[in-house]
């Protein structure tokens, strides 16, 4: 009976040892996963400036803020949506709703984005006229995941 509650003590210690580490693993994910967006919206902040008319346009600096987003949008980001790492299963660490990994819709956003994306690339420094609907399309396909899978507030 003794060697039966030193192993259960030991597997118990083990087990909660795991936990910690995935809790923190799935920390780590959520704050590369928000990183990453944060490098996407300082990228696409000066476009949106430049279409609103808020920055004055500049051909080469809206296509290297492009460049730079399509760079970002060829990245295999996939390890960044560990399940789990949900508002609901880390309450207070991100606004990611668990929907994002139940409705089977992702895949169809994110190829959303990465062709917004594109034509920002293609358009971006060609002209205030081309770079507005662009912007507008890749501002559209980020609203498309938020309002489906990211919670108001943390």
Not at 14 to 40: C, H, N, P, S, W
Not at 111 to 139: E, H, I, N, S, Y
Request: net charge neutral; glycine share 12%; with cysteine.
């Amino acid at each position: 009976m003794k060697r039966f509650a030193i192993s259960a003590l030991i597997a118990a210690t083990a087990f909660a040892g795991l936990t910690a580490t995935a809790q923190a693993d799935a920390e780590q994910v959520i704050k590369a996963r928000q990183g990453y967006y944060q490098m996407v919206l300082s990228n696409f902040g000066p476009l949106v400036g430049m279409a609103k008319g808020q920055v004055d346009y500049d051909a080469a600096t809206a296509q290297k803020f492009a460049d730079n987003i399509a760079k970002l949008g060829s990245l295999d980001n996939g390890h960044l949506w560990l399940p789990g790492t949900d508002n609901e299963a880390m309450a207070g660490k991100t606004r990611a709703l668990p929907a994002i990994w139940q409705d089977g819709k992702i895949g169809e956003k994110a190829m959303a984005f990465k062709t917004a994306v594109t034509g920002l690339q293609d358009a971006a420094g060609q002209g205030l006229d081309a770079l507005r609907p662009a912007v507008g399309a890749l501002g559209n396909s980020c609203k498309g995941c938020h309002e489906s899978y990211r919670a108001e507030n943390f």
